[in-house]
């Protein structure tokens, strides 16, 4: 228990020490701003890598280890890509709270300009997938019939018809896609996070990346019509059958009762 | 066996069903009947006035609704998609049709049977039951006259023809018996082969391109097809429910079994991608523990070592397809599978 | 009776018409007989109508869907206006069932209507089989109907699953790839039904069109016949009742057909097609358009069927993977095993009428139902049986519970199998003492009167609860029902002092009628005797 309360405190620890170093980056930044452009990009590569070290140390060393070489706790992170950073901890899974069969999804605890500074200091390990940029992962104008269809060949045995996850072996699952950005998805796909395979562009180029983004948000989005009306979790028989049961046959059995029922009779008078 | 039949002892009496001066005698004799109690309605004409309203009321709003029906079927487009809180985007006229619909027979409904609670009579009456069995007598004229029948017909005295009948009538429903063997083609061989035979590239299901085999990392899952079948291809279904492919990459030093690793390309792995419990397309892989499951069933395999069933209802491995390399590197079978795929089946051995 | 001035008055128009049709089909003698024939009211009655009516509803809009329905595996492009769809190739029947849901004005509602109406009518048939089951209603005379109504459900099933099959989405065609990998694990044969059944190999063109008449005709050809007959011994045995004063064996105590139960089961028939037309309007069931054609190389998780094939589905998952390879044939047991057990399942309660009858050696006709608790082994064998359904639909749905619940799939599994076995038996036990105990409960409101939860303090101090004597009728109806004594072996010497032989048969009846009748295992009702001992001697004391 003591263990894990101060493994906990780790995050609340970075917190503190994050501000700082947001403090520090801007007026180091104010510093070398005038520089030439080139220099500046190299600079603040440089720079973000230092910062993105000092972030890793306090929030993910403990597991990973000091040069992200990986521990019994976590595993090495050399060559897994600033890609798989930015999804693992824009989504909240990392920092891990505990172990189990799966790191579930969190609050976010860190900013985004602080995941880019931890992407750029595990890139910095070895090379792999590369965070993909806006034009990269954008579904927009992307063949969503197309999509549905890659999207059922690789995608649904697991995230389920429209991506409402479901379950893998022994507690694990596959989670649902509903608050998943196309970014995190485009992600997702490209690193393999976890127990999920990846789909590198050497089998599943960028464009089909693309159409099954367009295709997962098309149909599980906030404007996704239900024309049918409530979809019922979109989980297919067993949701369909729990509500035919429980308030289909409910309701008749209620209104039976009614028609059965014996009328009030009038006071012995 | 039955034929010793339980003597009538064990059965209970009957209840005494016992009138006036006997409820003295036996505390649990039934009292009959009770008495009819009016309700309020039938004392109270303002009561079943306002029961008479309702009625109306719940028939006009049926009518009001059918108007509603109607007017919602000419008004909405079948496109029309309108946000109603809290259900979402529905179909404007899947909801007002279905709830005009609804209410217009619901009140109906409703009408009748406040009517029958209210207004109609609610006095209990007892019909009599008679015996379903038919009186000795009846039963005695009906074997009598069934033995004059078959006297009549002499079918006892000349059983040639009761069983050049019986025969005639067993043999003729043999022709539609025969006729039912249109349905399909005979089983011979056909479980037994898939598509796949020597030097057939792997195609990507995603690309319609050859695999190579630096395509494939560690860690990935892809899918493939036999060069040559196109989804257009009028058997496209057939063929693919056979010779579909799930493709991985592991470390040869993490492959378990020997022969897997023999008919791998450097820890490419080619299995068949139905299951071999009833045929779903197994596809759930869990790139850490190289188990893939299952989802309609979840029979679980590992694919680390020989596709080897490590739970579930599934009775044997996954069948792997042995692959190499061709000449111009792209990833290509080296013959078919050794065993059939999909579901075991009797012939299967 | 006037009759000069009545045959010169011209008779009214109605009456004009009822002579014609009598003088054709006789319909006053069928009117004499049944337009004021007595229905007994309770709500448990009208189970049986919800499914009669949900039937006529999905008849009526599975009438309306074949307008628009192509039952045709060619395939097609899609061209239609549900967006994520366009140019997917599919069948025509997937295509087809797009257009009825986005391009036909209503279709998607009697869609829905239909299916929902689908599920309703095999959940009320269930829970009315339970009715029957639990108040012993199956007795002599109405096996037959029984079995007429075990049918309907049997049939139900395969009419509803060859009907969610015709949209060859990608779930539903999951389920026909179950079904014929399951066909194929039958011994001998299954290769062959498999390709007659199919046309061929898996999938082929015809399946669909073959589900299609065996969906629209053969089934409900059939169970329109079983409907009618059930109606017809329903009408015939005249309904049974309730014990209650004035109810006895040989009469039906309710309100006559017409106009009370005319109106109540009319109306009934417009309330359940209105509860099912809002429900349709407001909930989305079966949305094939986000499911996909079907595809053999394709695959969803959450792959279940319909609710009343999920026992089904859960004793093919729970199974273990068993299969016997001998003499170059193979034995798939781990898929017809639990083929067979869900025969044997169905078959269990189809049978049970026949051997309680042998049980209880009973020839007599039974009209007044039994309250569960006076008949406890029945009650218990009926409750186990319901809990071992409900374990294989946990078994059935197990991936859906493991990610709702957070729990893992592999220990949903072992629960659902052992629990198959250990759950019945545990049902069993409890509902027995639960029998038993609310048996004795009765025994003491009749000797003791009902508790009034007045308390009063007597002369001397003592405190007690003055309990209020039952009226005569609530005796009554609290002492109606009928014990069994349990069958003896008989003597094994007959009269002539020759030894008798024992059939196992018989060794085993006064077994089974022990466990039913025996010591302990049903609470002797209160005796006229006792009553009047404790009502006179104690002088109100309690």
């Not at chain 2, 990459?249 to 450097?266: A, G, M, T, V």
Request: proline content about 6%; glycine content about 10%.
């Amino acid at each position: 228990m003591k263990k894990l309360s101060a493994r906990r405190r780790h995050p609340l620890a970075a917190v503190v020490v994050l501000l700082l170093a947001l403090a520090a980056t801007g007026g180091l930044y104010a510093a070398f701003a005038p520089a030439s452009k080139a220099q500046a990009d190299e600079t603040a590569q440089s720079l973000a890598i230092e910062e993105g070290k000092k972030l890793y140390s306090v929030g993910c060393a403990s597991c990973h280890g000091t040069g992200g070489q990986g521990t019994t706790d976590g595993p090495s992170l050399v060559g897994v890509g600033s890609a798989a950073v930015d999804f693992q901890v824009a989504t909240g899974r990392m920092p891990a709270q505990q172990p189990g069969a799966q790191v579930p999804k969190k609050p976010v605890i860190y900013d985004q300009a602080q995941i880019d500074q931890l992407a750029a200091y595990v890139a910095s390990l070895g090379p792999g997938p590369v965070t993909p940029t806006e034009k990269q992962y954008n579904p927009e104008g992307a063949d969503i019939a197309r999509g549905g269809d890659l999207w059922r060949t690789n995608c649904a045995q697991c995230h389920n018809f429209t991506g409402e996850g479901g379950a893998l072996t022994k507690g694990k699952y596959a989670p649902s896609l509903e608050d998943s950005t196309p970014k995190q998805i485009y992600e997702a796909m490209q690193t393999g996070p976890q127990n999920m395979p990846s789909f590198p562009d050497t089998t599943m180029p960028e464009k089909e990346k693309k159409d099954i983004i367009a295709y997962v948000k098309s149909v599980n989005g906030d404007e996704t019509p239900t024309p049918g009306g409530f979809a019922l979790g979109g989980l297919g028989p067993v949701s369909e059958g729990l509500f035919g049961w429980i308030f289909g046959l409910g309701a008749l059995i209620a209104v039976a009762i009614w028609v059965a029922a014996h009328t009030a009779k009038a006071k012995k008078s | 066996m039955s034929s010793n039949e339980i003597s009538d002892k064990n059965l209970p009496h009957e209840q005494g069903s016992a009138h006036g001066t006997a409820v003295a005698e036996n505390p649990f004799a039934d009292p009959g009947l009770p008495p009819h109690k009016p309700r309020i309605q039938d004392v109270d004409e303002q009561a079943a006035k306002r029961s008479e309203r309702t009625v109306a009321l719940l028939f006009t709003v049926s009518m009001l609704a059918t108007i509603g029906f109607i007017a919602s079927f000419v008004i909405f487009p079948v496109d029309e998609i309108v946000y109603v809180w809290p259900i979402g985007h529905v179909s404007a006229t899947n909801l007002s049709l279905g709830l005009t619909l609804g209410v217009a027979l619901f009140c109906i409904g409703a009408g009748a049977v406040h009517w029958a609670r209210t207004l109609m009579s609610d006095e209990e009456f007892a019909d009599d039951r008679h015996a379903i069995e038919a009186a000795p007598e009846v039963k005695a004229k009906v074997m009598t006259d069934f033995a004059d029948g078959a006297r009549e017909s002499a079918i006892g005295r000349r059983p040639l023809i009761r069983n050049t009948m019986l025969g005639a009538l067993a043999m003729v429903p043999l022709s539609g018996v025969v006729l039912l063997r249109e349905l399909g083609p005979l089983p011979e061989k056909k479980l037994f082969h898939t598509s796949w035979k020597k030097g057939l590239q792997l195609i990507n299901m995603n690309t319609n391109e050859p695999l190579r085999p630096e395509d494939v990392v560690v860690g990935s899952l892809t899918f493939a097809k036999p060069e040559g079948l196109e989804e257009d291809d009028e058997d496209f279904n057939n063929k693919i429910a056979k010779d579909a492919l799930m493709i991985v990459r592991i470390q040869p030093q993490d492959i378990k079994d020997r022969r897997e690793l023999e008919w791998s390309h450097e820890g490419i792995v080619a299995f068949s991608k139905i299951c071999t419990h009833v045929g779903c397309p197994i596809s759930l892989y869990e790139q850490q523990t190289h188990h893939v499951l299952c989802p309609c069933h979840q029979s679980t395999f590992d694919l680390s070592d020989g596709a080897r069933v490590i739970f579930g209802p599934a009775g044997h491995p996954l069948p792997q397809l042995r692959i190499g390399v061709n000449g111009e590197g792209n990833l290509e079978a080296l013959g078919d599978f050794a065993e059939p795929v999909g579901p075991a089946f009797w012939e299967r051995g | 009776m006037s009759t000069t001035t009545d045959a010169k008055r011209k008779a009214p128009a109605g009456e004009r018409v009822a002579d014609w049709a009598d003088g054709r089909l006789g319909i006053y003698s069928l009117a004499k007989a049944n337009m004021r024939k007595i229905f007994p009211d309770h709500w448990s009655f009208m189970l049986g109508e919800i499914c009669l009516y949900s039937f006529i509803i999905i008849i009526l809009t599975g009438v309306y869907l074949t307008l628009f329905f192509h039952p045709s595996m060619n395939e097609v492009h899609y061209h239609g206006s549900y967006v994520p769809m366009q140019g997917i190739r599919m069948t025509e029947a997937y295509a087809s069932t797009l257009d009825i849901s986005f391009d036909v004005r209503g279709g998607l509602l009697i869609r829905q209507i239909h299916h929902w109406a689908a599920l309703i009518f095999i959940a009320g048939m269930f829970v009315h089989m339970m009715r029957v089951f639990f108040t012993g209603a199956f007795r002599k005379p109405r096996e037959i109907n029984w079995l007429f109504g075990f049918l309907l459900f049997a049939l139900g099933m395969f009419t509803g699953f060859t009907g969610y099959s015709l949209p060859d989405d990608l779930l539903s065609g999951t389920g026909v790839r179950f079904t014929q990998g399951a066909i194929l694990s039958v011994p001998i044969v299954g290769t062959y039904i498999s390709m007659f059944l199919f046309g061929g190999e898996f999938p082929g063109h015809d399946i669909i069109a073959r589900f299609y008449s065996i969906h629209i005709l053969l089934l409900p050809g059939i169970m329109l016949g079983l409907v009618v007959a059930h109606l017809i011994l329903v009408f015939y045995h005249k309904h049974t009742q309730f014990p209650g004063p004035g109810r006895t064996n040989k009469n039906v105590v309710g309100m006559p057909l017409l106009p009370v139960y005319m109106a109540k089961a009319g109306g009934f028939f417009f309330l359940v097609f209105g509860v099912i037309a809002v429900i349709a309007a407001l909930f989305t069931i079966n949305p094939i358009w986000a499911l996909g054609p079907y595809r053999p190389d394709q695959v969803s998780t959450g792959a279940q069927p319909d609710w009343y094939m999920g026992f089904a589905e859960g004793l093919v998952r729970v199974m273990p993977g068993w299969e016997i390879n001998l003499w170059g044939h193979t034995l798939v047991l781990g898929v017809f095993i639990p083929l067979v057990v869900f025969g044997l399942v169905l078959a269990a309660i189809a049978v049970y009428p026949f051997i309680e009858s042998w049980i209880t050696g009973d020839k007599r006709e039974h009209h007044i139902l039994d309250r569960p608790r006076n008949a406890p082994t029945r009650t218990a064998l009926g409750v186990a049986w319901v809990t071992s359904y409900m374990v294989m639909l946990i078994g059935g749905g197990n991936d859906i519970f493991a990610t709702h619940l957070h729990m893992s799939i592999n220990s949903i599994t072992w629960f659902v199998r052992i629990f198959y076995f250990v759950g019945p038996v545990i049902a069993f036990i409890v509902t027995k003492r639960i029998c038993m105990g609310l048996q004795r409960r009765d025994r003491d409101k009749v000797l003791h009167g009902r508790e009034s939860g007045i308390i009063k303090r007597l002369p001397h101090g003592e405190f007690v609860e003055i309990h209020e004597p039952l009226s005569q009728s609530q005796r009554y109806s609290l002492t109606a029902h009928e014990q069994y004594e349990p069958a003896e072996v008989g003597p094994a010497v007959d009269e002539n002092g020759v030894e008798r032989k024992l059939t196992r048969g018989e060794k085993l009846r006064a077994k089974l009628s022990k466990g039913y009748f025996g010591e302990g295992n049903q609470v002797p009702k209160a005796t006229a005797e006792e009553y009047r001992e404790i009502s006179s001697g104690h002088g109100g004391h309690h």
